[in-house]
């Protein structure tokens, strides 16, 4: 029977005329991914000031989203609601184009591998696999730019911008500096992406099942990637805070001499504790699910725009 099934899509796809396949569709999925990880980031750059500024400092930030946007004003000017916005930008480009178009590539793998019936029957354990490995990959792009990103944002006055932050800490601390909240970065962005993409999937789902796809305009199509991106948003906002709040305060300033990241890491944690590691929550739900709602709505876009139409899809 899953062969038939296998043959089935197979010949659905040779028959398909102009359909894209292989690095021409891939390439156009990753185009796609750093478009919408770019823009979306980039844009909420403001808010992620204040969110960092909340995790980093909460006995000065203590009045929330809007008391914080009110203090760095007060405090700084509103120039410092931007600060950090190129390494936002430049690293969320890298790493949309691998998170977004490396969960297209391992789910077509998945697919090629098991076949098109076992990928659609056990279709939750692909997306999630799917989008471990690519947010691994992802991340080894993105950690030197946000880490970056957090220098300038904790210490104003550290550089001016992407390049010379950038290369201040190269020159004064080496490529490890970098990579010191690899660990965290990995244990916030890992998780935070399986629940994006699996959350999002299945309530996509739920509302297709409801209302096909093919009878929906294309603006219809984009409220649903709107819909579905805002509560998958919330998700994956709430299951990665506490990495996300570790991953701040260790790119805050560089360790004690000889003092490792693991040690570093498990300070941070006794420090915070469970309440702490969820301190900023509040900007952050709004951030992430703003922003992962114009993400889906701007990639499904995006891709029609390019002509990314290939691939198999495995829901039901």
């Not at 690293?91 to 969960?103: D, M, N």
């Not at 692909?126 to 947010?135: F, G």
């Not at 990103?149 to 911008?161: F, K, M």
């Not at 499904?300 to 725009?305: E, I, T």
Request: proline share 3%; with cysteine; net charge positive.
């Amino acid at each position: 029977m899953s062969a038939k099934v296998d043959a089935v899509v197979e010949q659905a796809k040779a028959n398909a005329p102009g359909q894209l396949s292989g690095a021409a569709l891939y390439s156009r999925f990753a185009l796609a991914g750093a478009i919408c990880c770019s823009i979306t980031h980039g844009g909420l750059t403001p808010v992620d000031v204040v969110k960092t500024r909340i995790q980093l400092d909460p006995v000065t930030y203590n009045n929330g989203l809007i008391g914080g946007f009110r203090k760095v004003v007060a405090n700084e000017g509103a120039g410092a609601l931007l600060t950090g916005a190129g390494p936002t930008f430049a690293g969320y480009f890298l790493q949309g184009a691998f998170k977004f178009g490396g969960y297209e590539f391992f789910k077509q793998q998945a697919i090629n591998s098991i076949g098109y019936e076992n990928a659609s029957n056990n279709r939750t354990l692909v997306y999630l696999a799917s989008a471990a490995c690519a947010e691994f990959f992802a991340d080894i792009a993105l950690c030197p730019l946000e880490a970056t990103r957090i220098r300038l944002v904790s210490e104003p006055t550290y550089a001016n911008g992407l390049i010379g932050g950038f290369s201040k800490m190269l020159k004064n601390e080496g490529v490890g500096a970098f990579y010191a909240g690899f660990g965290p970065i990995l244990f916030k962005q890992i998780p935070y992406t399986m629940a994006k993409f699996v959350v999002y999937e299945k309530v996509a789902e739920m509302v297709y099942r409801a209302y096909p796809k093919s009878s929906m305009s294309d603006s219809q199509q984009t409220a649903v990637n709107l819909g579905s991106g805002l509560i998958a948003g919330f998700a994956a906002a709430i299951i990665s805070q506490p990495a996300d709040t570790m991953l701040s305060k260790i790119n805050k300033t560089k360790g004690e001499p000889g003092e490792g990241t693991t040690s570093r890491l498990i300070k941070i944690a006794k420090e915070l504790g469970i309440r702490g590691s969820y301190t900023g929550i509040g900007a952050r739900l709004f951030m992430v699910g703003t922003l992962t709602a114009g993400q889906f709505a701007i990639y499904g876009d995006v891709k029609k725009a390019l002509g990314a139409t290939g691939g198999v899809e495995i829901s039901k």
